[in-house]
């Protein structure tokens, strides 16, 4: 048995790209920043790792309708590494996330209905999921201050 799961809380570093496969299914693909804050000779320092996330189907339409560039968003899914070919016919590897869950996290309101903000939006059903089975209240706490944010 295993298992390959991961699970990130971040912001989006830029807007999320949509592209779509030759049979026309969307993509939507982002960098999102997770921060970790350490004590390092009496000073703070916050260290960024940046995540390649991609996104399929419907979950990516709403990826690029919703998300944008500082978004707070909670991410589910599993990591998967790709071979490809650069234009100089070197083979490269890339290890992404691919969501299975996506949260959006801001506390403004995405949309003239707050009741969305409490949906979590799942790429295997083609439907929104009211996510009430969990304890949600740590995600309104704030994981970083505004201005340690990189971008």
Same mark, same amino acid.
């Not at 390959?4 to 790209?17: H, T």
């Not at 299914?25 to 790792?49: C, H, Q, Y």
């Not at 999921?129 to 201005?147: G, M, Q």
């Given at each position: 048995?295993?298992? +390959?799961?991961?699970?990130?809380?971040?912001?989006?570093?830029?807007?999320?790209?949509?592209?779509?496969?030759?049979?026309? *299914?969307?993509?939507?693909?982002?960098?999102?920043?997770? +921060?970790? #804050?350490?004590?390092?000779?009496?000073? *703070?320092?916050?260290?960024?790792?940046?995540?390649?996330?991609? =996104?399929?189907?419907?979950? =990516?339409?709403?990826?690029?309708?919703?998300?944008?560039?500082?978004?707070? #968003? &909670?991410?589910?899914?599993?990591?998967?590494?790709?071979?490809?070919?650069?234009?100089?016919?070197?083979?490269? &590897?890339?290890?992404?996330?691919?969501?299975?869950?996506?949260?959006?996290?801001? *506390?403004?309101?995405?949309?003239?209905?707050?009741?969305?903000?409490?949906?979590?939006?799942?790429?295997?059903?083609?439907?929104? *999921?009211?996510?009430?089975?969990?304890?949600?209240?740590?995600? +309104?706490?704030?994981?970083?201050?505004?201005?340690?944010?990189?971008?």
């Amino acid at each position: 048995m295993s298992i +390959n799961k991961v699970i990130l809380i971040g912001r989006l570093g830029a807007d999320p790209e949509i592209r779509y496969t030759l049979d026309g *299914k969307p993509v939507a693909s982002f960098r999102l920043a997770t +921060n970790e #804050v350490i004590i390092r000779n009496g000073e *703070k320092e916050v260290l960024t790792e940046w995540h390649r996330v991609v =996104a399929f189907g419907r979950l =990516a339409e709403i990826c690029g309708e919703y998300l944008s560039k500082g978004s707070q #968003v &909670y991410i589910e899914g599993k990591l998967r590494t790709r071979k490809f070919e650069d234009k100089q016919g070197m083979q490269r &590897y890339v290890t992404e996330i691919v969501v299975q869950t996506m949260q959006i996290l801001d *506390k403004k309101p995405q949309s003239s209905d707050e009741a969305a903000k409490s949906y979590a939006m799942e790429s295997s059903p083609k439907i929104a *999921k009211k996510s009430t089975d969990i304890d949600t209240d740590f995600l +309104n706490e704030p994981l970083v201050d505004e201005e340690d944010i990189p971008f």
